[in-house]
């Protein structure tokens, strides 16, 4: 029985990582939020080196500011001009606790090619409080776990 929970782990992870490189804004939910650190850090472990990637948990982060997020793990010089990144992959944790502000600053820097793909983490996605204009960029690409 394990190796077909570990294939369907496995295809999940590869379709989420499909749709991370193709540019999309994705929903993972998992109701009892036991499998989404593995399908994190795979997802942490394949993109390493190839792609900027910011990893956000929102539960910890209090008043979260996606703008330093953008700028915050770059080169002196970047941070002092404020230059963001082109093609950076955003990984939200537990996202019950995003603001519509960072929602909508969300979807500015998509919009501008700053942020390539989104991957929102949350534990159901008909009880996330997003905008609907998140919820219709999601579209049917939500992911249960």
């Known amino acids: ?3 077909c929970r570990e294939m369907e782990e496995k ?3 590869d379709e989420i990582a499909y749709r991370i490189l ?8 998992d109701p009892h939020g036991a ?4 399908i994190i850090n795979t997802l942490i472990s394949y993109f390493r080196g190839r792609k900027k990637l910011a990893y956000v948990n929102c539960e910890k982060v209090g008043n979260l500011n996606i703008d330093n997020v953008l700028v915050g793990g770059y080169s002196f010089i970047t941070r002092l ?6 093609g950076m992959i955003l990984v939200l944790d537990n996202i019950n606790e995003l ?3 960072n929602c909508e600053r969300i979807k ?7 942020i390539k793909s989104v991957v929102l983490i949350g534990r159901s996605y008909s009880n996330v409080n ?15 776990l």
């Open 130 to 144: 997003i905008p609907q204009s998140m919820r219709h960029r999601i579209g049917r690409r939500v992911y249960t």
């Open 11 to 13: 295809s999940i992870t």
């Open 99 to 101: 603001t519509w502000k």
């Open 81 to 86: 001009f404020r230059d963001k990144p082109k």
């Open 108 to 114: 500015y820097h998509y919009d501008e090619d700053n």
């Open 35 to 38: 499998k989404k650190k593995v």
């Open 1 to 3: 029985m394990a190796p």
């Open 22 to 29: 193709s540019g999309s804004i994705i929903f993972i939910e």
